[in-house]
């Protein structure tokens, strides 16, 4: 009887040892996402900020005394800057949504990123990577005069 009570603490043990590893691996990774996450934003904001600064179109402005954006000059700012900002990260990015708003004076942008689990591979068949998303946002202030 004595050594089945031993037994049972060492079950719990392992136990206890297995639910507290799978939690950590959990954290780990998801810490992980969640950091890619935060620099997905800031590259998204920052492509952002360079379309609507390579977009602005001089020519319709000369003429009109409106800031409007150039669809084609923006798009082409928005990919460069995320070429040369994710160039380090060790995620590829692509852009999945592009909108100018109405009136030309608002862009919007989501970035996508696929990020590889580390552990949760190992513990778990299908959760290899997981994709996380950010959105940046970027408009011409019209003058008031």
């Not at 590893?21 to 492509?47: K, M, P, Q, Y």
């Not at 005394?65 to 995320?82: F, H, I, N």
């Not at 060790?90 to 862009?107: A, R």
Request: hydrophobic share 45%; charged share 25%; net charge positive.
């Amino acid at each position: 009887m004595k050594k089945r009570k031993g037994a049972i603490l060492v079950i719990g043990f392992v136990f206890l040892v297995c639910i507290t590893l799978c939690l950590g691996i959990l954290v780990f990774d998801l810490g992980g996402a969640l950091s890619v996450h935060s620099d997905l934003a800031n590259i998204a904001n920052a492509a952002a900020v360079a379309g609507v600064r390579k977009g602005f179109s001089e020519e319709v402005f000369m003429q009109t005394g409106k800031r409007v954006l150039d669809p084609g000059k923006a798009r082409e700012g928005v990919e460069q800057s995320l070429r040369d900002n994710a160039r380090n990260a060790s995620w590829n990015v692509k852009l999945t949504k592009f909108e100018i708003q109405s009136d030309k004076s608002l862009l919007n942008i989501e970035v996508e990123a696929t990020v590889p689990m580390t552990f949760m591979k190992a513990v778990s068949n299908g959760l290899k990577e997981t994709k996380v998303k950010a959105k940046g946002t970027a408009a011409i202030k019209q003058k008031r005069i």
